[in-house]
């Protein structure tokens, strides 16, 4: 009767301890929580490639911009003369063997102001009157000269411009029809030597 007994209790308890044994099952991860840390992870990995993109983008364009603003102040300063600008008649600094101007159409003279600028030029010669006229799209005919060429030219030595060197430039402009429409030379960059009527004045820079 004992062992019936014994042997009873021995099977209810080996199947208590199997029942626990199977509860105690292992808690899986959530399918939609590593879902979504992926998601989030890819998300965040795509982002971070557009604004590396966005960042070159921008970068690039401004360095075009830049390139381009340098390339525009490039071809304006070549499109740009040192003597472009306004000038006013200051002095006579010299004569040539003949002249064609009066005494007082020296004093007429003196005190006018002439331009020249790509788009147009005023006019000097032997004529008063040339002042009167303006040239559009002149020609600038720039040409370095000797002073054994001015003393040929001009009859009178290279010293008469005031100008203490063995050549000097002369800028000729030419009108639409190729017609002579003004002469100076260039002494600095803000005196030019005018020439006109067998006299030689010398202008002084206003403004470019």
Known sequence: MNKKLLLIAL???GIFITGCSNNQTIKPVST???SQETTN???????????????TSNNSTSQTAAISTSENNSTTAQNEESFFGQWVIEKVVGYSKAGTYSSDDIKKILGKNLSFSKEQSSCFGDDISYLNNTVKNPTYKKSVITS?????GFRVPISTLTINSSTVTQIEINDEKNSPAC???IKDDNTLILYGGGTFFELNRVSK
Not at 42 to 55: C, E, L, P, Q
Not at 148 to 152: A, G, H, K, R
């Open 41 to 55: 992870t890819a998300g965040t990995a795509k982002d971070n490639t557009t604004n590396m993109v966005n960042s």
């Open 148 to 152: 054994d060429e001015f003393t040929t």
């Open 32 to 34: 939609n929580k590593i």
């Open 183 to 185: 002469t100076f030379f």
């Open 11 to 13: 099977i209810c308890t």
